[in-house]
């Protein structure tokens, strides 16, 4: 893997469970922010964000489980990569790096560990800000008809073990850089080395990010569904920024995510997926904003 980190930060690798360390990229000083990457990334997309926000606070990057430089377990049962697990590890970092409260961003992927973090350790999450991404029992129901074709590889990465990782595997340049290409408003935002790093990264950990993208065709369906059944909802402030979903796919992006999270800031933007790279002052400004609320 191309070997790529946040100038001015400082590496750290943290134990979060047995025999399972996260790779982070720590800066800056002040109140602490933990911003979780998205596919088919790693920490590095926080590189403009992470040294903006470092100025007054301390900010703290981690690759996911089974993502980059972090450790990849073995998809050996359903609970190895589902979000419950996948934030928990998040929890364990931010308080081995001395912070048992902090504000949480996440995207993409990150968004969904974020999402369950903020349900499951209310008392260590103090403010939550997701990006372009619906939690993923809404994510289902979107999806439906010809325009599930934008969601092809959630529905290959949710099949049995074998397929899926034998298809990518054999391709993998093909298809992570499919969606670093299609993504993207701004193709400049992702210049070639961080695009290297990316399809290196994501090319070493097939099966984990399979088994992270399966997870929420099962187990992190269960653990939502039981969450809706119980009325549980995110109780501290949310920001929600996204691209304009709802037009294309026909339903109300803010309708379903204040259903979850009552003192919600919902905000469509004109960046594309990749806003964190696209338009980092913009992302910065909304996370300083919650975080200094």
């Known amino acids: 893997m191309t070997p790529l980190s946040i100038p001015g930060f400082d590496v750290h690798r943290v134990p979060v469970d047995d025999g399972i360390a996260l790779h982070a990229a ?44 972090s450790d990849k377990p073995a998809e050996t049962g359903p609970d190895v990569y589902s979000k419950r697990t996948m934030a928990r590890d998040v929890v364990r970092l931010a308080a081995r790096l001395g912070h048992d409260r902090f504000v949480l961003a996440g995207h993409d992927r990150g968004a969904l560990v974020a999402f369950r973090a903020a349900l499951d350790h209310p008392q260590a999450v103090s403010r939550a800000i997701l990006l372009d991404v619906l939690p993923t029992l809404d994510m289902w129901d979107a999806l439906h008809g010809a325009s599930a074709a934008v969601g092809f590889h959630l529905y290959l990465m949710a099949q049995a073990p074998g397929l899926p990782e034998q298809l990518i595997q054999v391709s993998a340049d093909a298809f992570f850089g499919h969606f670093l290409d299609t993504w993207a408003n701004d193709p400049t935002a992702v210049p070639a080395d961080v695009r290297r790093h990316y399809l290196d990264a994501c090319a070493a950990a097939v099966p984990s990010i399979v088994a992270d993208y399966r997870a929420s065709a099962g187990i992190d369906v269960d653990h939502d569904t039981a969450d809706r059944a119980a009325g549980n909802q995110l109780t501290m402030p949310v920001t ?47 996370i300083r904003a919650l975080a200094d609320r």
């Open 240 to 286: 929600v920024l996204q691209q304009d979903w709802g037009a294309a796919l026909g339903y109300d992006a803010e309708g379903l995510w204040r259903a979850w999270a009552p003192d919600l800031h919902h905000r469509t933007v004109s960046c594309g997926h990749f806003m964190a790279e696209e338009d980092p002052k913009l992302i910065a400004a909304e």
């Open 26 to 69: 720590v800066g800056g000083t002040g109140s602490p922010v933990v911003l979780l990457h998205g596919f088919p990334q790693t920490h590095l997309m926080w590189r403009h964000v992470a040294a903006d926000l470092a100025a007054d606070h301390t900010v703290i990057c981690p690759d996911l489980r089974g993502y980059g430089a």
